[in-house]
């Protein structure tokens, strides 16, 4: 028997593992400076958010341009 892998599953699995890891990365990082209190006190998860999503758009810019 000859088994093929179904690329769009594969596709979506991979996009909501990153996805899930962005969260994973935005929630442990907000729960440490939290505790260390190094986040100003009108901050919330939203800003914690948007410095995650930062840094991810930088990963993802450096890789295109390092190809």
Avoid: C, D
């Amino acid at each position: 028997m000859r088994f093929e892998q179904n690329r769009v599953i594969s596709r979506w699995g991979e996009k909501l593992g990153y996805l899930f890891a962005y969260f994973l990365f935005t929630t442990i990082l907000y729960f440490v400076l939290a505790f260390l209190n190094k986040i100003p006190k009108s901050w919330t998860y939203f800003h914690i958010m948007g410095i995650a999503l930062l840094i991810a758009l930088a990963g993802i810019i450096i890789k295109r341009l390092l190809k």
